[in-house]
């Protein structure tokens, strides 16, 4: 890789500030942030990113549109401060080269002009998390680029507030990460060296007089033992494999405005590290982390220092090696024979790993369905040879019998089978060992013919079956017809008499009709009359059991006492 790419060391710097909404920052002296030690960098970046949160007061109004008047006007005052700061007269000048806005939240991005003919495919995205993605008063701003052969990524983002909100802070970063796109669905992660700053929002998780003690004391270790972003990170739940700078400043949250002191209103808001500058990316190198007083606002600016290696491929070279490998692949194809009707490419120069074995195979040619037809066996049988008939039917169990035997040998092997089990009719079989080996040869004897019943086949003298040595699974027990039922209402009085629920009669097509809503007067659709209910419903006791009562000719009550019978004529009735 090395042979074809040249390497290069470049600065970035990173800072980010919550403005608070304060407009009047814009004529304030911003060279203590954008330009530190003592005014002069050690070393003039190459890429200055600044971020800026609240550049707008977030009333109802501003959260759902956003106004880039406030936004030109800080662009303007970082670009006059990072040029009026010169080294030497020869010193290169700083150029815009892309800015984003998402209503409060921007993202303003300085090159220097000798840098601009290595940067290219620059784009810019937003991702909204208020109220659930409709508003823009949380949110990131990001812009992309690619710095030769280096692609770089820089965000700003603006997470939910609140002291107890931390889950909900993770989830916006979740959102951000996974849903902010660029051009070709590329995300955040897609890239080799990004930097989020902004402000997260992430608390210190102890008590207001604690937290001021301790910062009185200026114990800063136990500050971000306690801080809620250090431990988010350290469970996973927020910007995995990110790296910060150890922190060397006081908290950057709250501030009375104007002033270092903190915050003495009835919120009493505890201080914490709002404000956070990481990094992703093996070839970014953090070289300072710091903070900047600057006071018209509650944040105070924090800024840090990278050196980024970026990689350089020789475009020429790579353009050579490209042409020399297609030209060596054409002479390939091209010495290959003409003769097949579509030469596959992919299997051109490959050859079988072993004789006899089929050749090469792609994706377009598959040797098994050469010639549009699936591929057949050719295996036959060995000669003279059939399959053996003794070995059993499951392949798996073991047995001494050889797959193929001789010819000569295949009835001896059909002779020994002393076992036959056809489950036929539901009838269980056994074969007596001492049943002559003759009458196997005739399968159909084992089986009844079409039309016979299984107990006519098995009792016929020819089969072999027959006799003692059958046994015969014992027939189910014949269901019981049960009792009529009938019910000992009180008959209705008058001529309109019905037949009591639950007692059946059997008409002349041999179908039962129920009888709980016959009516017992004459009617159009019977041809003859019903006889009295009292008849009808009399239940089967030993006084009338076994006389017959007749009606038409018919019997009404057979001799159990079960049953009823209508006479010929008798018809359900249809539905009108």
Same mark, same amino acid.
């Given at each position: 890789?090395?042979?074809?790419?040249?390497?290069?060391?470049?600065?970035?710097?990173?800072?980010?500030?919550?403005?608070?909404?304060?407009?009047?920052?814009?004529?304030?002296?911003?060279?203590?942030?954008?330009?530190?030690?003592?005014?002069?960098?050690?070393?003039?970046?190459?890429?200055?990113?600044?971020?800026?949160?609240?550049?707008?007061?977030?009333?109802?109004?501003?959260?759902?549109?956003?106004?880039?008047?406030?936004?030109?006007?800080?662009?303007?005052?970082?670009?006059?401060?990072?040029?009026?700061?010169?080294?030497?007269? $020869?010193?290169?000048?700083?150029?815009?080269?892309? !800015?984003? &806005?998402?209503?409060?939240?921007?993202?303003?991005?300085?090159?220097?002009?000798?840098?601009?003919?290595?940067?290219?495919?620059?784009?810019?995205?937003?991702?909204?998390?208020?109220?659930?993605?409709?508003?823009? @008063?949380?949110?990131?701003?990001?812009?992309?680029?690619?710095?030769?052969?280096?692609?770089?990524?820089?965000?700003?983002?603006?997470?939910?507030?609140?002291?107890?909100?931390?889950?909900?802070?993770?989830?916006?970063?979740?959102?951000?990460?996974?849903?902010?796109?660029?051009?070709?669905?590329?995300?955040?992660?897609?890239?080799?060296?990004?930097?989020?700053?902004?402000? /997260?929002?992430?608390?210190?998780?102890?008590?207001?007089?604690?937290?001021?003690?301790?910062?009185?004391?200026?114990?800063?270790?136990?500050?971000?033992?306690?801080?809620?972003?250090?431990? &988010?990170?350290?469970?996973?739940?927020?910007?995995?494999?990110?790296?910060?700078?150890?922190?060397?400043?006081?908290?950057?949250?709250?501030?009375?405005?104007?002033?270092?002191?903190?915050?003495?209103?009835?919120?009493?808001?505890?201080?914490?590290?709002?404000?956070?500058?990481?990094?992703?990316?093996?070839?970014?190198? &953090?070289?300072?982390?710091?903070?900047?007083?600057?006071?018209?606002?509650?944040?105070?600016?924090?800024?840090?220092?990278?050196?980024?290696?970026?990689?350089?491929?020789?475009?020429?070279?790579?353009?050579?090696?490209?042409?020399?490998?297609?030209?060596?692949?054409?002479?390939?194809?091209?010495?290959?024979?003409?003769?097949?009707? &579509?030469?596959?490419?992919?299997?051109?120069?490959?050859? !079988?790993?072993?004789?006899?074995?089929?050749?090469?195979?792609?994706?377009?040619?598959?040797?098994?369905?050469? @010639?549009?037809?699936?591929?057949?066996?050719?295996?036959?049988?060995?000669?003279?040879?059939?399959?053996?008939?003794?070995?059993?039917?499951?392949?798996?169990?073991?047995? @001494?019998?050889?797959?193929?035997?001789?010819?000569?040998?295949?009835?001896?092997?059909?002779?020994?089978?002393? +076992?036959?089990?056809?489950?036929?009719?539901?009838?269980? /079989?056994?074969?007596?060992?001492?049943?002559?080996?003759?009458?196997?040869?005739?399968?159909?004897?084992?089986?009844?013919?079409?039309?016979? !019943?299984?107990?006519?086949?098995?009792? %016929?003298?020819? !089969?072999?079956?027959?006799? %003692?040595?059958?046994?015969?699974?014992?027939?189910?027990?014949?269901?019981?017809?049960?009792?009529?039922?009938?019910?000992?209402?009180?008959?209705?009085?008058?001529?309109?008499?019905?037949?009591?629920?639950?007692?059946?009669?059997?008409?002349?097509?041999?179908? +039962?009709?129920?009888?709980?809503?016959?009516?017992?007067?004459?009617?159009?659709?019977?041809?003859?009359?019903?006889?009295?209910?009292?008849?009808?419903?009399?239940?089967?006791?030993? $006084?009338?059991?076994?006389?017959?009562?007749?009606?038409?000719?018919?019997?009404?009550?057979?001799?159990?006492?079960?049953?009823?019978?209508?006479?010929?004529?008798?018809?359900?009735?249809?539905?009108?």
């Amino acid at each position: 890789m090395h042979e074809f790419s040249t390497s290069e060391t470049i600065c970035i710097w990173a800072g980010t500030f919550n403005l608070n909404g304060k407009g009047s920052g814009v004529r304030e002296d911003l060279s203590a942030w954008l330009c530190p030690s003592a005014g002069v960098w050690r070393r003039e970046p190459d890429i200055v990113a600044v971020g800026f949160q609240e550049i707008v007061e977030l009333s109802p109004q501003q959260v759902m549109s956003t106004d880039p008047v406030r936004r030109q006007e800080w662009e303007e005052a970082v670009r006059l401060t990072i040029n009026s700061k010169k080294k030497c007269a $020869s010193r290169e000048e700083y150029v815009l080269l892309r !800015s984003g &806005q998402l209503v409060g939240a921007a993202l303003v991005v300085f090159v220097k002009s000798c840098a601009l003919k290595n940067i290219k495919n620059v784009e810019g995205s937003v991702k909204k998390t208020g109220m659930s993605g409709m508003a823009g @008063n949380k949110g990131a701003v990001a812009i992309r680029m690619d710095y030769a052969s280096t692609r770089i990524c820089l965000v700003t983002a603006h997470l939910a507030a609140g002291f107890a909100n931390y889950e909900e802070r993770n989830r916006d970063y979740r959102t951000i990460s996974h849903g902010l796109r660029f051009q070709r669905n590329r995300s955040i992660d897609d890239h080799d060296a990004i930097i989020w700053l902004g402000d /997260m929002n992430y608390r210190i998780g102890l008590s207001d007089d604690k937290a001021r003690r301790l910062i009185k004391m200026n114990d800063l270790e136990s500050l971000y033992a306690n801080d809620q972003l250090n431990l &988010q990170m350290i469970a996973g739940h927020a910007f995995p494999y990110y790296s910060e700078a150890r922190i060397t400043f006081l908290p950057t949250y709250k501030y009375n405005n104007g002033t270092d002191e903190y915050d003495t209103s009835e919120k009493a808001r505890i201080p914490a590290w709002c404000d956070r500058i990481l990094r992703k990316g093996s070839n970014l190198k &953090q070289i300072d982390y710091a903070t900047a007083p600057l006071r018209f606002s509650d944040h105070r600016p924090v800024y840090a220092t990278f050196e980024c290696l970026t990689s350089n491929i020789d475009e020429h070279r790579k353009e050579e090696l490209s042409r020399a490998l297609y030209e060596k692949r054409k002479q390939n194809i091209a010495g290959s024979s003409a003769a097949t009707e &579509q030469i596959d490419e992919d299997t051109v120069g490959y050859s !079988s790993v072993a004789a006899g074995l089929p050749p090469a195979s792609s994706g377009r040619r598959k040797w098994w369905l050469d @010639n549009g037809l699936p591929v057949r066996s050719q295996a036959g049988p060995p000669t003279d040879m059939v399959l053996n008939l003794a070995r059993p039917s499951n392949p798996f169990a073991r047995t @001494n019998e050889p797959d193929w035997v001789i010819a000569g040998r295949s009835s001896e092997a059909r002779k020994s089978t002393s +076992r036959v089990s056809p489950a036929r009719h539901g009838t269980q /079989m056994t074969v007596s060992p001492n049943a002559r080996p003759d009458s196997f040869s005739n399968a159909s004897s084992l089986f009844p013919r079409q039309g016979d !019943s299984p107990h006519q086949a098995l009792s %016929s003298p020819s !089969s072999p079956l027959s006799g %003692s040595d059958v046994r015969r699974k014992p027939a189910p027990p014949v269901p019981r017809k049960p009792a009529l039922l009938s019910t000992s209402r009180a008959e209705p009085k008058g001529p309109r008499s019905r037949v009591s629920a639950g007692t059946q009669m059997r008409a002349s097509n041999g179908r +039962r009709v129920e009888g709980s809503s016959i009516d017992s007067r004459p009617n159009p659709v019977f041809s003859s009359q019903l006889p009295p209910p009292s008849t009808l419903d009399a239940p089967a006791t030993p $006084s009338n059991r076994g006389k017959t009562d007749t009606v038409g000719g018919r019997t009404i009550l057979d001799e159990a006492g079960e049953g009823l019978e209508a006479i010929p004529s008798l018809q359900p009735v249809r539905p009108r």
